[in-house]
């Protein structure tokens, strides 16, 4: 398998791309290239910015992409746009921050998720983080292939 790990070097993306390399998969990483620029010195580096320059992702394939970086709806839209007719599968890293307060004891993929009173907000913040990331699940959802996987949430 082919996978495109957008960002890939740190928190839970390096563990990611560390498992996908013992199962033996093919491994892109998209990124700046400021955070762990050396880990995985084998592995195939693609450099630009999700916010302004996507064209090292252009007329490429992969077999799947896993996004482990996105917190900006509009962002993530665009990856999800370009990488459509690329890769036959696509998977967003959420959060359970997503999540409506409060949380109860049988809370499922099915609960409320957060809002924003202006769904044009880019700053992320602690009260803005879940709601973007809600936003940016529809964005995937709109734009992109999401179907489940090992990585998603149901």
């Known amino acids: 398998m082919r996978l495109l790990v ?3 070097t740190m928190f839970l993306g390096r563990h990611i791309v560390a498992a996908d390399l013992a199962r033996g998969r093919e491994v892109t990483l998209f990124n700046r290239g400021q955070q762990n620029p050396d880990l995985f010195p084998d592995v195939e580096k693609l450099r630009g910015d999700r916010d302004a320059n996507l064209t090292a ?7 799947a992409v896993v996004d482990t970086c996105g917190y900006v709806p509009r962002i993530v839209g665009a990856s999800a746009e370009l990488l459509a007719d690329a890769v036959e599968h696509y998977t967003f890293i959420s959060s359970i921050s997503v999540y409506a307060e409060p949380y109860g004891p049988n809370m499922d993929e099915a609960a409320s998720t957060g809002t924003l009173k202006d769904e044009s907000v880019e700053e992320v913040t602690g009260e ?4 973007l990331k ?3 699940e529809q964005s995937v959802r709109c734009h992109g292939r999401a179907v489940p996987s090992l990585y998603e949430r149901a």
């Open 128 to 131: 803005a983080y879940g709601p």
């Open 134 to 136: 809600a936003l940016c």
């Open 6 to 8: 957008l960002g890939g």
């Open 57 to 63: 992702l252009a007329g490429r394939t992969w077999d």
